[in-house]
């Protein structure tokens, strides 16, 4: 099983990014994919996950903000981040999971940094 994010990078406040997960070694459309994040010194926390039908759930810090979405048929999932403030600053992680808040499966992260 494999999850591979990309798309982070470093980005002004305001601005917008665009994270991609290519899952591989699963049957995609079972699971419900997620995104976390992990700050320096802070506990790693859901940002939005998105069940196979296409229900989403959102972290009140990113509602409005941030949109996830998938791809069944390609298996990828994607998180559009749009008004980007530094507290989103941190290594987001890309998971896979049979039960909502329970991840069987990790990527290996991506940095976001959000600094002028």
């Known amino acids: 099983v494999q999850l591979v994010e990309s798309g982070g990078g470093l980005v002004q406040p305001g601005g917008s990014l665009r994270l991609s997960c290519a899952a591989s070694?699963?049957?995609?459309?079972?699971?419900?994919m997620g995104w976390y994040r992990q700050a320096p010194g802070k506990q790693r926390e859901l940002v939005a996950f998105?069940?196979?039908?296409?229900?989403?759930n959102y972290a009140d810090s990113v509602k409005g903000r941030f949109t996830i979405s998938r791809d069944n048929a390609k298996k990828m999932v994607y998180l559009q981040m749009n008004s980007l403030k530094p507290e989103d600053t941190a290594v987001y992680y890309c998971?896979?999971?049979?039960?909502?808040?329970?991840?069987?499966?990790w990527g290996q992260g991506t940095q976001v940094t959000v600094s002028s």
């Open positions: 998105i069940a196979s039908g296409g229900r989403t």
């Open positions: 998971d896979a999971a049979l039960r909502i808040g329970k991840p069987d499966y």
């Open positions: 070694g699963i049957i995609f459309s079972a699971y419900v």
